[in-house]
């Protein structure tokens, strides 16, 4: 076995510990917005037309959507922490086009939609850029595109035999390197209107500004813990109880991403992954111009342990990726987010990328959980006779496909047979994980797999084309 870039040119130990000696454990996201005025908890039983669950994107979409499509209709969102508090507060901030988790996954499973799916992914991300113009959302959208990074010589032939025009470019070495300055890149392919990049926290906090604005009401620190439709007819809804109160809901959107889902079908349908991050302190012009990132564009290398960075509004640079960290159980616990040799990696791996940034700290660290499903993209579904819709399994491209996804829910429960709803990737089922400890026993050993091709010029061993064969996603 081979060894990789980041092994063979690892920074001095004592430039890591410097970095990280004040690092803040804190997603940068939810500390760089505005406080927000205190949302309501629910005191009380109430009626409504919609109910929402979750206030993050997915929830938040549909909050927005539904309230314009039918502004007299009582729409209502139940968040059980703060909104943006979870995956749409802690992500990198890529919005990307694709719905499929990439054109090789799509491609794979749906061949006969791949085409259409590929041109809805960017009707979609058009749509988000519309939208962010006309609600007048203030969340550093901007459209520069993203680049693939070659950083060991197998990646450069991938690269080379990507189809090209003139949104989707190739760069060698001296092109590339005129782009964003790293001794650790071969070659690139530039894809300018596939990616946008957004401020994950004001995203979120804007999209709940313009929801209450429509009329939407919000309520934090509400977890439902339940809901049924025992002695309801279809017309009549469902009920969500909560600790202070039931919401009785004609239809309801459930949009709690890596969360244990409130429909038993699904609870086996996603794991909990979790990716870390480091956010840098913003760079002086002088190290600014060591890298020469002057188009700002979001960038990833093509190892299946990758990175994916990119700089904010005020030049700092987002640093996340490589290890995913799966805990026995399927559980989503604070803890888990302190990871220290997941960070010193990160560090280590920054630096050998970026060797003339050294002296530069970290502001924050944090980690996040990625609700993964077995498709690497979005199931979606519906329950109780079309009362409920749900949309989970995102796999970590929820930033774009979320607002997809939440015109897929409000078709679905208006009863209204679209493009959308007649997709097989809508219509079809993710396979389910399987319970402990099996998930545990397979999680592991595909990762020690996707290590050991990376490890092997990209070659996949026998358990990773077993799984390829029978459409069971990790394949990035």
Not at 69 to 94: C, K
Not at 139 to 145: K, L
Not at 386 to 411: C, E, M, N, P, Q
Request: charge should be neutral; glycine fraction near 10%; proline fraction near 4%.
């Amino acid at each position: 076995m081979g060894t990789t870039i980041f092994e063979r040119a690892r920074p001095a130990a004592s430039v890591i510990d410097e970095a990280l000696a004040r690092t803040r454990q804190a997603p940068f996201w939810l500390d760089d917005v505005a406080p927000q005025t205190s949302r309501p908890r629910l005191t009380a039983d109430l009626d409504c037309d919609l109910a929402i669950v979750g206030g993050g994107y997915l929830g938040l979409w549909t909050a927005v959507l539904a309230k314009r499509q039918d502004p007299g209709a009582r729409v209502v969102l139940l968040e059980a922490r703060t909104i943006g508090w979870a995956a749409s507060g802690r992500n990198g901030g890529f919005c990307e086009a694709s719905l499929t988790h990439g054109e090789e996954n799509g491609r794979r499973r749906w061949p006969r939609e791949i085409d259409r799916l590929t041109e809805l992914g960017l009707e979609n991300l058009d749509e988000i850029e519309r939208a962010v113009a006309e609600l007048g959302l203030d969340c550093d959208f901007e459209r520069t595109g993203a680049i693939d990074l070659a950083v060991e010589k197998h990646q450069v032939d991938w690269l080379r035999a990507e189809p090209t025009n003139d949104d989707t470019v190739f760069l060698d070495a001296a092109a590339l390197h005129a782009e964003v300055d790293s001794p650790t890149y071969l070659a690139g392919v530039w894809h300018k209107r596939t990616n946008a990049l957004v401020h994950p926290g004001k995203l979120a906090t804007e999209l709940a500004r313009v929801a209450t604005g429509l009329g939407v009401e919000i309520f934090e620190h509400t977890p439902v813990t339940g809901l049924d439709t025992q002695g309801l007819s279809p017309a009549q809804g469902t009920r969500l109880r909560t600790e202070a109160g039931v919401v009785r809901a004609r239809k309801t959107a459930l949009a709690t991403n890596v969360f244990p889902s409130l429909l038993a079908r699904n609870r086996l349908a996603t794991v909990p992954v979790y990716d870390y991050v480091l956010m840098s302190e913003p760079l002086s012009a002088e190290q600014l111009a060591a890298i020469n990132w002057q188009n700002r564009q979001g960038l990833s290398d093509l190892a299946n342990q990758f990175h994916y960075y990119r700089l904010s509004a005020d030049n700092r640079i987002l640093f996340g990726g490589y290890d995913a960290i799966y805990h026995f159980g399927a559980r989503v616990r604070g803890g888990y987010e302190n990871r220290p040799e997941s960070f010193r990696r990160l560090a280590s791996h920054f630096f050998t990328t970026f060797p003339q940034l050294a002296g530069l700290r970290f502001s924050h660290r944090w980690a996040g959980a990625i609700d993964t499903s077995t498709r690497f993209c979005a199931f979606f579904g519906t329950a109780r006779a079309g009362r409920i819709s749900y949309a989970a399994g995102f796999t970590g491209l929820g930033v774009g496909a979320t607002h997809f996804a939440a015109k897929v829910i409000l078709d679905q429960l208006a009863g209204r047979q679209t493009e959308r709803t007649q997709l097989e990737m809508v219509r079809g089922r993710a396979l389910p994980f399987p319970p402990e400890p099996l998930a545990s026993m397979g999680i592991q050993t595909t990762r020690w797999s996707l290590d050991r091709a990376d490890h092997n010029e990209g070659r996949r061993n026998l358990i990773l084309k077993t799984l390829d064969a029978l459409g069971l996603g990790f394949d990035s």
